[in-house]
């Protein structure tokens, strides 16, 4: 079970925190889109997804080569509201307008 240090010591770094507001808005995305918005490594941005669900705040789905992720259904609602609140005082523009300019997005590239 998810405690409240856990979720806020993933949301510490930016990284994971990009990657959980980008699936609160997204719903689910496969590795590759992560990378393409984040202009992040793969290996990089694997590594902090791999944290999130080892912690349980995220679920996975391998299709093919490809690795989906969203937000784990168990959540608590208050993870959810946190969440809420932090892409209200973060915003993502920059990050879902390169994701809005990914060519070959998937599902055609990443199955």
Do not use: K
Not at 14 to 31: A, D, F, I, K
Not at 85 to 111: F, I, K, Y
Request: charged share 25%; net charge negative; aromatic share 6%.
């Amino acid at each position: 079970m998810l405690d409240a240090q856990q979720f806020f010591r993933a949301l510490s770094d930016g990284t994971r925190l990009r990657c959980l507001l980008l699936l609160l808005v997204e719903e689910q995305l496969c590795v590759c889109e992560f990378v393409h918005a984040l202009d992040l490594s793969q290996p990089r941005v694997s590594r902090h997804l791999g944290h999130l669900r080892d912690l349980g705040i995220v679920q996975d789905e391998r299709r093919g080569q490809w690795v989906h992720y969203r937000l784990h259904p168990a959540l608590p609602p208050w993870t959810h509201e946190v969440l809420e609140a932090a892409l209200h005082a973060e915003g993502l523009s920059d990050v879902r307008q390169r994701l809005a300019t990914m060519p070959n997005r998937p599902s055609a590239a990443c199955d």
